[in-house]
């Protein structure tokens, strides 16, 4: 059988596949245990970890140019960030994604290699993200404050709808990556 996860909101829902091989099932989210002490025991590791005081953390999960080049995107976020003494900003990418040294300029941007976003996600006071399911699913499940900027890719899933339909609902922000 192919266990097949639903979206959270039912105008997300296509169905690709069709059998009786299929199990349709719920949205799948991971179980989250980031209690106010766990939060703020992962800011404070971030801290120490970067030797880097904050007082807001944003983090983003664009991606490192699997499907779209998002340098353009980053950067932007980094420099915007660059303004803020008061934030620490850390691009989240898998561990064997290629990164832009450019990326690595910047005094209040660093970059994370992780298959374990969701963790400082859940410590972040922002996320900037592209609207994947997993991490649309989080979002929705979790309450997390996002900007949602979807990949375009044209084999890629409707990330605009998803990115859409959460800020219909006043869930999150959506912005297109020409708009940031």
Known sequence: RVIVPGEAFPELERNY?????????????PPRHAGSEARASMRARLAEHFDRPFERLVVSLLGAGVAADRSAQIQTLAGMMERRPDVLHLVVVWPASVLQPGWFGWSNTRIVKTYHAGLLAGAADLLVAAAGSNTFLEVRYTSL??????????????????????????????????EL
Do not use: N, Y
């Open 17 to 29: 596949s069709r059998g009786g091989h299929l199990h349709a099932v719920g949205p799948i989210v």
């Open 145 to 178: 404050p996002t900007i949602f900027i979807p990949q375009m890719g044209h084999f890629m899933d409707d990330q605009r709808a998803r990115a859409q339909a959460a800020a219909e609902r006043g869930l999150a922000v959506h912005v297109e990556p020409s």
